[in-house]
């Protein structure tokens, strides 16, 4: 028997914004490694960007498809990756007599059967696998039962919007995937508009870190200076009223407390080149935090302009 390339939508999962550096014999082989009954795995390619795309994985057991949707992630490489239950487009119903969308064959008034491919009547003699393709829906060269006919496209649109419209007669539960092409050109816009401004309130954040992070660095590296000047003076007038000193006790105890402030100072001053090296570092890390904050920004405003 031909066995099927993919098992139903009830048993697959996608694997979500991949990195296109990660090849698919690779994903094979972790996923292989953690779920033992795979069927099948394969690149989505309407997923497919410059950056990531998405994968689908068929899993024959029950048990681990309800345990990798529950964890919501998937480890490749060192990097966490999304997982979301695969939710096929909405399927149309088409007639299988004239080929037009909305009805079955029992209930067509076409009085002939039409040919997908050629539109003419496919009990002729004419051999109707190879004959010239051309939808007599709209006249493109594909069959009249392609997704790219005018006709199937405008009736896949209007039911979705039915759909979406009227989500209360859906059974209880359900979800469905919208097509890109169908998503209303509002809901993109307002979700530009929030990243928009979830971006611009990370760069409100990240200046006013800065910032902070500038005075506190600022107001001890000038503060703490004057603080070791003042104990540097206090040690050596302590060790200059020490060697007046003839009492041996006396003499022990001064020369401890002037140990202990030497001790203190040299790690003050360890502290501060410490405190430098890392506000050095730290800066490095913001300057590029800001960087990646513009190109975020310049991105989406890329794509609001686009829309």
Not at 38 to 66: A, C, F, N, P, Q
Not at 110 to 128: A, L, M, P
Not at 280 to 294: A, D, F, G, H, T
């Amino acid at each position: 028997p031909i066995l099927p390339t993919r098992l139903p939508a009830r048993n697959a999962v996608i694997l979500k914004f991949i990195d296109n550096k990660i090849k698919l014999d690779e994903v094979q082989m972790y996923v292989k490694e953690k779920f033992k009954s795979v069927y099948g795995i394969e690149e989505m390619l309407g997923t497919i960007t410059y950056r990531s795309h998405h994968i689908r994985i068929d899993l024959l057991s029950k048990e681990e498809y309800i345990n990798i949707l529950n964890s919501g992630k998937f480890v490749i490489g060192g990097h966490l990756y999304e997982v979301d239950e695969y939710l096929p487009s909405p399927k149309i119903l088409i007639c299988n007599k004239c080929n037009t969308p909305g009805h079955v064959k029992k209930n067509c008034k076409s009085t002939i059967e039409v040919c997908r491919r050629c539109g003419n009547n496919r009990k002729n003699k004419d051999d109707h696998k190879v004959c010239c393709i051309i939808c007599h829906h709209c006249g493109g060269d594909h069959e009249a039962t392609n997704f790219k006919c005018i006709l199937i496209f405008k009736f896949r649109q209007q039911l979705l919007q039915q759909l979406k419209n009227n989500t209360h007669l859906l059974p209880p539960h359900v979800q469905f995937y919208i097509p890109q092409q169908f998503r209303d050109q509002k809901d993109s816009e307002n979700q530009v508009k929030l990243m928009a401004q979830s971006w611009q309130l990370l760069n409100f954040q990240s200046k006013t870190q800065t910032d902070a992070i500038a005075d506190i660095y600022m107001t001890l590296s000038d503060g703490i200076p004057s603080i070791m000047d003042s104990m540097q003076n206090f040690n050596h007038i302590l060790k200059d009223i020490n060697k007046n000193i003839t009492n041996d006790n006396e003499r022990q105890q001064r020369d401890f407390v002037i140990t202990r402030i030497d001790e203190s100072i040299n790690t003050v001053n360890n502290r501060l080149q410490l405190m430098t090296d890392h506000h050095k570092n730290l800066m490095i890390i913001i300057n590029k935090q800001n960087e990646l904050l513009v190109r975020g920004m310049n991105s989406i405003d890329q794509l609001s302009n686009g829309q």
